[in-house]
């Protein structure tokens, strides 16, 4: 039952993850912020599988609650109209592709090099102490990066939803 519901989990995290991004039933920011809530729900679930059920609570409080109404707020902020966003140039797909193409890259290379064998978290239910040690201690960096990545997205949205500068 667990791996029909990870494979469920993880299908619409894929599935929902694309739709933010290239969404062919709207082009509207709107409808692309509630598929990144659907993601992030569809994430807590594959959370609960792992009996991580504090870090369910908080990816659905904090990211899907407040990160989330703050992308909604700045974009219904900016109300933009169909006609009034900017067009694609292609400098912009060809550098958006780019980085894309390079952060791939060195998730590969690292996801190639890395060992098999790392240091398991044993952490009981509800423990938040052990799990602070561990983000803090032996993932700092990845947690900086999300934090980054976070930052970036929010002025991604911006900047997507801004009119034409003339």
Do not use: W
Not at 34 to 58: D, E, K, N, R, Y
Not at 74 to 84: A, G
Not at 123 to 142: K, R
């Amino acid at each position: 039952m667990q791996d029909i519901l990870f494979y469920v989990f993880a299908g619409l995290v894929l599935i929902c993850g694309f739709l933010v991004v290239a969404n062919p039933f709207s082009r509207s920011p709107v409808t692309s912020a509630m598929f990144l809530v659907l993601t992030i729900i569809s994430l807590a679930g594959l959370f609960v599988l792992l009996h991580a059920f504090f870090l369910a609570a908080v990816q659905i409080l904090v990211y899907a609650g407040a990160v989330m109404v703050l992308f909604l707020f700045v974009i219904m902020l900016l109300d933009l109209k169909v006609e009034d966003r900017r067009r694609l140039k292609v400098f912009s797909i060809v550098t958006g592709l780019g980085a894309s193409g390079a952060i791939l890259f060195m998730f590969m290379r690292h996801l190639l090099h890395a060992p098999l064998v790392g240091q398991s978290a044993t952490l009981s239910e509800g423990a938040t102490i052990p799990l602070g040690h561990l983000l803090f201690e032996n993932y700092l960096l990845p947690f900086e990066v999300v934090s980054v990545l976070l930052l970036v997205a929010m002025v991604g949205v911006v900047l997507l939803s801004k009119k034409e500068l003339k």
